[in-house]
């Protein structure tokens, strides 16, 4: 079975930086495209950066971009989010998910780590 397992979140100060990593397992892991997914409280779900599998190739939310940096080791089956110079609008609950097939739609989702930015 397809398991998502994230770590990492916790409570930073403005302009910090925190590290998300998301353990994969259940499925081949190097040959999908995967995201990270925020929900702030009392929002929808926000696309924050993702990274395909055969280029490697990243993209991120003009929110995050400059900021954020999305990365894998294929070989210990782990997604990564370096979060650098946070604020407090980055508070939410960070999920990984993992694309279906080549779409950009998710088909497994993480159990989300908390990110608190405040001071």
């Known amino acids: 079975e397809v398991q998502l397992v994230e770590s990492g979140g916790g409570l930073v100060q403005p302009g910090g930086s925190l590290r998300l990593s998301c353990a994969a397992s259940?499925?081949?892991?190097?040959?999908?495209?995967m995201s990270w997914v925020r929900q702030a409280p009392g929002k929808g779900l926000e696309w924050v950066s993702g990274?395909?599998?055969?280029?490697?190739?990243?993209s991120y939310a003009d929110s995050v971009k400059g900021r954020f940096t999305i990365f894998r080791d294929n070989a210990k089956n782990t997604l990564y989010l370096q979060m650098n110079s946070l604020k407090p609008g980055d508070t939410a609950l960070y999920y990984c998910?993992?694309?279906?097939?080549?779409?950009?739609?998710?088909?497994?989702w993480g159990q989300g780590t908390q990110v608190t930015v405040s001071s």
């Open positions: 998910a993992k694309h279906q097939g080549s779409s950009w739609s998710y088909d497994y």
């Open positions: 259940g499925f081949t892991f190097s040959t999908y495209a």
């Open positions: 990274i395909n599998s055969g280029d490697g190739s990243t």
